[in-house]
């Protein structure tokens, strides 16, 4: 008997949890405008609808989730399918993205939680709510963004096809460098990158206690700032092990670092912007709640 085919699930994620900019302001950086009323937020998750993606998952502790679902909304419009007007139906073509809203587990905070890990759990927490729902809707491949980065994202519609393939992954690229260059550039992994990433972050990292001699019970603990030190590692610790062998690379004409306050006023500056998209791919969608009357 054939079995049959599964289609492709594609999983944005973006990270936001412990991100670091030199701002010093109380407001979050990732609310930060791009462009008028469009936030840095809502950049990142018109990228991940614009790039295929079927789910988004944001990556937000419960300080700072609540901020973010009140402006970005829980599904968004997939830009490619929007504007159909001259179909006599347009709104049923239309399809819808649900964006779902995950915290970093209690467990790896102040250990493992650098801001890489945290598109890491996100993998981890999109694999494992698929997998209590149904074996078809696994995620087969991750499309990790940051928000605060910039450029064209328009220039990625040409590139979705190849974003969404199966055999191999995807880097945005600037002079060259990838996000292993500590760089906030999107880029794509299976998996398996997922595991290898894990797998070296728990090996590199110190714990509680300094590692005993062969045969003997750990008892010296380490001093408080040399504890779990993944929790300061960069992306290149993170994401060093991703697989770039035979990788599709798309190298970007304009780039900006926006969690570093000296690229974010030259990015606001300059002749490169991001443009605000129409209002029904920006606007809050949020599902209705169930009518219900309390019994007295």
């Not at 714990?207 to 030190?229: A, C, D, H, V, Y």
Request: charged residues 25%; aromatic residues 14%; hydrophobic residues 35%.
């Amino acid at each position: 008997m054939t079995a049959i085919p599964r289609h492709s699930h594609l999983a944005g994620i973006i990270p936001v949890a412990n991100l670091k900019t030199d701002f010093d302001m109380d407001i979050p950086a990732i609310m930060m405008p791009v462009d008028a009323g469009y936030t840095a937020i809502q950049k990142a998750v018109f990228e991940c609808a614009m790039v295929g993606c079927q789910t988004i998952w944001i990556v937000a502790n419960e300080d700072l989730a609540p901020i973010v679902r009140k402006r970005v909304g829980e599904w968004v419009y997939d830009p490619v399918y929007y504007s159909r007007k001259f179909t006599k139906f347009y709104q049923g073509v239309r399809k819808e993205i649900p964006i779902y809203y995950v915290p970093i587990h209690p467990k790896d905070r102040d250990r493992r939680d650098s801001y890489g890990w945290g598109a890491l759990y996100g993998i981890l927490a999109a694999w494992k709510v698929a997998y209590k729902i149904s074996k078809w809707l696994l995620p087969d491949k991750y499309y990790i963004t940051f928000p605060m980065s910039a450029y064209d994202i328009y220039g990625l519609r040409e590139h979705r096809t190849q974003i969404s393939s199966m055999k191999e992954n995807f880097f945005l690229t600037h002079n060259g460098k990838t996000v292993k260059d500590n760089l906030p550039l999107s880029f794509t992994m299976f998996g398996n990158d997922f595991k290898a990433c894990r797998n070296a972050v728990n090996k590199k990292t110190t714990r509680t206690f300094i590692n005993p001699p062969p045969g003997e019970m750990p008892s010296k603990k380490l001093p408080l700032e040399e504890r779990w030190s993944a929790r300061h590692f960069d992306f290149k610790e993170v994401f060093g092990p991703v697989e770039e062998k035979d990788a599709a690379r798309h190298e970007l004409g304009w780039f900006y670092d926006l969690s570093k306050w000296r690229e974010y006023c030259e990015f606001l500056g300059s002749e490169n912007n991001i443009k605000k998209p129409e209002e029904g791919l920006t606007q809050t969608h949020k599902h209705s709640k169930i009518a219900y009357e309390v019994e007295k």
